[in-house]
């Protein structure tokens, strides 16, 4: 049960595994591109191509969707990023339960954005939890963990593909070892909440400090994409890494480096509206940067 790329590595590595998939579920088609016509998720591609049955239901509230997830007399049921609430019918009906994996260190970061918020949060490191699923938001008794570190350099899209594949490795582990595994309860100190990414987030504001700016614009890279102007223009700020320099909030020192409240940040990648991502270089080609930014 999964939607999105990240939900992917776990599918192939059960499948690898040799474990019989006797259903795949995951969001319906939606509207995208210019057409806006309805494009299949990246899980539901995966499966077609694999030769698995896929559904697709609006919501698992529904008696009938409940009673179809009942009569597949699963073992076990593995949720990563499905994106719909699973109620206690759902819960229920397989036979070892429902298995979520988490990318986070449980307690910390449950909740729907847990590897942006690491990042912005300026956490040391993250990781994935394989989680008993409850009926509480990310609350079950955790089965395994595996910890990484959050390099200064790294964006939600490095630790996107980073922790996909240890949640891959950390199920197939998990299911292998079930029997012998001893769920520990979350621990009732240090729990945080990722709340959703809201895009009124995205607007850097050049005054706070430099490690701030530099922590949001990894943290929301690739999406939504921290921005600012530029001659009237949004541009997103992709990569930053923390510089030497000061001066006026906003004020482009050289190059791009840009001072904050605090310190300076330097912009590695920017993408301009339209366009592809760009190195610094390529992208001040194109570009006079004024002396303030927005």
Known sequence: MGTPDFSVAALDALVEAGHEIVAVYCQPPRPAGRGKKDRPSPVQLRAEGLGLQVRYPKTLRDPIAQAEFGDLKADLAVVVAYGLILPREILDAP???????????????????PIHRAIMAGDAETGVCIMQMDV??????????????????????DLHDRLSQIGAGLIVDCIARLDDLAPEAQPESGVSYASKIDKGEARVDWSVSAQDVDRQIRGLSPFPGAWCEINGERVKLLRSKLAEGSGKPGQVLDGFRVACGTGAVEIIQAQRSG????????FLNGISLPEMLN
């Open 95 to 113: 036979k070892r339960g429902c298995l979520n994996i988490h990318a986070s260190l449980l307690p910390r970061w449950r909740g729907a954005a």
């Open 136 to 157: 509480g938001l990310d609350t079950g008794p955790v089965l395994l963990r595996q910890a990484t570190k959050i390099g200064d350099g790294d964006t939600t899209a």
């Open 275 to 282: 366009k592809r991502p760009m190195k610094t270089d390529e």
